[in-house]
């Protein structure tokens, strides 16, 4: 009898992260990743078969001792990352290295820490990234620079594992998050609707699709967007 699949989910302890680890521990045992320890471990506790995945995934270190003790491995979710809009002449280096440390940097290194364990069942890799992917704009150029990189990591890493590892994008427009919250906050948008943008389980029902796919297929990439905004 085979043991229960094990997904890990970066950045699950809010928004999408954590609606994707609640719709896949109905089949899952989840690893629940997020920098705090104490938090991790309540949104561990509330799920039917979970444990914590520790690590700020900025710290190379941290993320390798925390990728260590992982044995099994069949789905591996990116969900982890940070906004920030700003003009590019306003906008100083530090700024570019944060982002792209956490969107990018931190993507790849975890990815090819846990290759070998999804490798060994013929697992997944799923990464969170946006319609920002595919275009930007005044103002977006760094979030979306940081977007289109995973979209070219993503297509890249399809290629060398096709037929080994199944690689999906996902890619959501705006979504009801705290993250977007703060992000319209930063843009001058003070009359927040978030009934007009998408509900967080429904990217995690996007991710269900990909992950219950038949094993001679593989959704490379979805994209959802809000019926009434962009």
């Known amino acids: 009898m085979n043991a229960t ?11 999408i992260g954590l609606a994707i680890a609640r719709e896949l521990s109905s089949t899952h045992r989840i690893l629940v990743g997020g920098r705090d320890a104490e938090t991790a471990a309540t949104i561990a506790g509330e799920l039917p078969d979970a444990d914590v995945f520790v690590a ?35 906008t100083e280096r530090e700024v570019w290295r944060r982002v792209f440390e956490l ?28 319609g920002s992917g595919f275009r930007s704009g005044a103002g977006g150029g760094i979030y979306s620079g940081s977007k ?30 705290d993250m977007q919250v703060e992000l319209q906050r930063t843009m001058g948008n003070d009359a927040y609707d978030g009934s007009i943008y ?3 389980e429904s990217v995690a029902r996007a991710v269900r699709l990909a992950v219950d796919t038949t094993d001679e297929s593989m959704v490379e990439s979805v994209t959802i967007r809000p019926v009434v905004a962009g």
């Open 56 to 90: 700020d995934l900025a710290d190379e270190t941290a993320v390798a001792d925390a990728a260590a003790g992982i044995e099994r491995l069949d789905v591996l979710v990116h969900s982890a990352g940070v906004a920030q809009s700003g003009e590019i002449g306003r």
């Open 148 to 177: 289109f990189a995973l979209r070219a990591l993503t297509d890249a890493l399809r290629e060398e594992l096709r037929g080994r590892v199944r690689v999906c994008s996902v890619h959501p427009g705006r979504v009801d998050t």
């Open 103 to 130: 969107n990018v940097f931190a993507v790849a290194d975890l990815t090819r820490l846990l290759l070998p364990a999804l490798e060994a069942v013929g697992g997944q890799v799923i990464a969170i990234n946006s």
């Open 198 to 200: 998408i509900r967080p």
């Open 5 to 15: 699949p094990v997904a890990l989910v970066t950045g699950a302890t809010r928004g």
